[in-house]
């Protein structure tokens, strides 16, 4: 299984939750497919969600994507693959260690990922934007001016011991799928909340946050890949832009 190549499944059209499968596959340099840019590739996710699905030896049947495969293996949920892809791309240190990286990709994943997408759709995911609108501008203001800073304080509290010692990184000396994770989140809210974010990063009570991002985003397989077609772009998924939610001119 170990040389067989990777098959990503994902909504095609937007980053999404499959982008963090996607820059550790890149950034490890693997072999690797993606249904977002087959044709239709839609309908392999499609029927992978689908009700009459029940699984097979592959395993239980996917509720939603990201959904990976790998040889005789199909996992779902993103800090799951991400948890198996660590060690397999060289994306974590090894032993107990891999369980603070993954916790921190958790933590990541809930506040500035998670909640980010709370911020548009905070009544029903099955409403439109505009049928809660009232309740979005409400809930984005909270967001802006109460869990951001407070994610961002706690990931600046967790940089700054290794930025003394000369190390950009979450997490031990090397880079680790948690810094790709933050990474797209930042890059993500950058786009959702760009006025919002401008002003957080001139604060500069967040320095080696946004160092970090500067940090992933310049090395060469990420940059080649942000360069690339099969970097999605940013429209109607996790991270949306709508201006009305943003900090006021």
């Not at 198996?84 to 974590?92: D, I, K, M, N, W």
């Not at 916790?103 to 029903?124: C, I």
């Not at 809930?139 to 003394?164: D, H, I, M, W």
Request: charged letters at 25%; aromatic letters at 10%.
């Amino acid at each position: 299984m170990s040389n067989s190549p990777y098959h990503l499944i994902y909504w095609p059209g937007i980053p999404g939750r499959g982008e963090f499968i996607r820059l550790a596959l890149e950034e490890a340099g693997a072999e690797y497919t993606d249904t977002a840019h087959q044709k239709d590739g839609i309908n392999t996710v499609l029927s992978l969600v689908n009700e009459n699905n029940k699984g097979d030896k592959s395993g239980p049947p996917p509720f939603a994507p990201p959904i990976l495969e790998h040889g005789d293996l199909r996992l779902s949920q993103t800090p799951n693959i991400l948890l198996y892809l660590g060690p397999r791309l060289g994306l974590t240190p090894g032993g107990d260690a891999d369980y603070h990286v993954h916790s921190l990709a958790l933590t990541a994943l809930d506040g500035l990922s998670n909640e980010p997408h709370d911020t548009h759709h905070p009544v029903a995911v099955e409403l439109h934007y505009e049928d809660q609108l009232k309740e979005s501008k409400r809930r984005a203001e909270s967001y802006r001016t109460n869990r951001l800073p407070k994610f961002l304080g706690y990931f600046e509290r967790v940089l700054a011991p290794q930025s003394a010692e000369g190390r950009p990184w979450l997490y031990g000396g090397e880079l680790t799928y948690a810094d790709l994770v933050l990474f797209q989140c930042i890059d993500g809210l950058k786009f959702a909340f760009p006025r919002a974010m401008a002003r957080l990063e001139k604060s500069r009570e967040y320095s080696n946050v946004f160092k970090l991002w500067e940090a992933v985003k310049n090395r060469p397989r990420i940059k080649e890949y942000l360069a690339s077609d099969r970097r999605q772009k940013y429209s109607q998924g996790i991270y949306r832009h709508y201006p009305e939610l943003d900090d006021a001119e």
